[in-house]
């Protein structure tokens, strides 16, 4: 049973950072910085990653400390994300293409380590009073829920369409 839910977990990660992969590589240059609410495209898309990255850790100081981070410190600058400002960073879809891998990377080897035990136990983080296994679906969430809003933009303001993603679905 635990591997099957673990594959699912994967499976969903997968399939919502596929969406939003598609969304960085079909957005034409000139909607790369145009708004989505408030923010710019590249925003949502940095905030999204950032957060899908903290969420798969175990609180800001192990994100803080992962080789990817240490090795692109001027990427995440002074991590605004955790600080309850509007963002003013400005990304570009080659340095956004590179933390997507890294996201997927982690998502899948996170996943793998997982037990019955750490499934079951407590986030890890204090604004969310859940149990992991609940944490990796709010997180998948999240993801899914800013890609569809960067779905809209492209879809009515520059004609892009995105396919769904997910394994045993044809447009996979």
Same mark, same amino acid.
């Given at each position: ?18 969406? !939003? ?13 145009? *708004?989505? $609410? ?18 798969? $850790?175990?609180?800001?100081? #192990? ?23 509007? *963002?003013?960073?400005?990304?570009? +879809? #080659?340095? !956004? ?6 996201? +997927? ?7 793998? #380590? ?9 986030? $890890? ?26 779905? !809209? +933009? ?13 394994? $045993?679905? *044809?447009?996979?």
């Amino acid at each position: 049973m635990l591997d099957t839910l673990k594959g699912m977990i994967a499976n969903q990660y997968e399939a919502s950072l596929c969406t !939003l992969a598609a969304c960085v590589d079909r957005c034409p240059d000139p909607s790369w910085h145009m *708004p989505i $609410g408030i923010y710019e495209f590249s925003q949502v898309v940095f905030h999204t990653l950032f957060f899908a990255d903290f969420y798969l $850790g175990r609180g800001a100081t #192990s994100l803080r400390d992962q080789a990817f981070h240490l090795e692109n410190k001027a990427f995440f600058d002074d991590y605004e994300q955790l600080e309850h400002r509007a *963002p003013v960073g400005r990304y570009e +879809r #080659s340095a !956004l293409q590179k933390y997507m891998r890294h996201c +997927r990377t982690k998502a899948a080897d996170v996943i793998a #380590s997982e037990t019955a035990d750490s499934l079951r136990g407590d986030s $890890g983080f204090d604004r969310r009073d859940f149990c992991r296994a609940e944490l990796h679906v709010c997180n998948i969430r999240h993801i899914q829920h800013h890609s569809a809003q960067l779905i !809209l +933009r492209l879809r009515t303001k520059a004609g892009v369409d995105i396919p769904w993603f997910g394994s $045993g679905w *044809p447009e996979a």
